[in-house]
C-alpha cells in the first residue's frame, strides 16, 4: 500500500473519481499551520512578504469602501424622504385646489409614508449588511497581523462596541425620522382632511 493511498483512507487525501487523491480544502475559519508559512528561501520569504502586503492592502481598501457605502445610502435615503414627504406635503396643501377627493387625498399620503418607510427599511438593511461586512474584513485584518507580526497585535472587534459605531446612530435616526413622519401625518394631516 503507498503512502498516498494510506493518506486517503485514513481522510487526509481523499480519493476523487477520475482522479488520484488530492489534498482537502482547507475549511473557512481554520488557521494553516505555522510552518505553512515559513520560507524556504529568501525568494520565497520576499514572495511571502509581497503576498500579505498586497492582502493587507486589498483589506483596508475593503474596509474604506464599506465605510463609505454606508454613507452613500443614507445620502440617497436622504433625498428620497425628504423628496417623498415634500410631494406628501403638496398633496395635503393642494389637494383642495387640484380637486383631488379628500379620501384620495388621505391615501395617497399614506402610500407615500409607505414608500419613505421601504426606502428606509433598505437602507437599513444594507447598513447592516454594511456592518457585517466591514465585521468580516477587520477579522481579515486581525488575523492577517496576527499570523505577520504576532498574535493579538490587533484586537478583533466585538457587537458590544456597537454603541460607539456610527452606524447605530444613523439606524437609529432613521427609526426616529420614519415613526416621527407617521405620527406626524395620523396626529396632524391626515383628521385635518376633511370632505
Known sequence: MTRQSRLARSGRLPVLRGGGPRRRAWQPGERWP?????????????????????????????????????HRFLGIY??????????????????????????????????????????????????????LTWLDYRNEECQLLSDVLHPEFRVPPTLRNFYRWYETYIIAFIAVTVAAMWWFAFELVIPVIRV
Open 34 to 70: 505555522q510552518g505553512t508559512y515559513r520560507a524556504r528561501n529568501p525568494q520565497d520569504d520576499a514572495v511571502q512578504v509581497e503576498f500579505h502586503l498586497e492582502r493587507y492592502r486589498y483589506i483596508l481598501q475593503q474596509i474604506q469602501a464599506a465605510n463609505e457605502n454606508v
Open 78 to 131: 436622504q433625498a428620497l424622504a425628504t423628496a417623498l414627504v415634500g410631494a406628501a406635503l403638496a398633496l395635503f396643501v393642494g389637494y383642495r385646489d387640484w380637486g383631488v377627493p379628500p379620501a384620495t387625498a388621505r391615501a395617497g399620503i399614506v402610500a407615500l409614508l409607505w414608500l419613505v418607510t421601504v426606502v428606509a427599511a433598505f437602507t437599513v438593511l444594507v447598513v447592516i449588511v454594511g456592518v
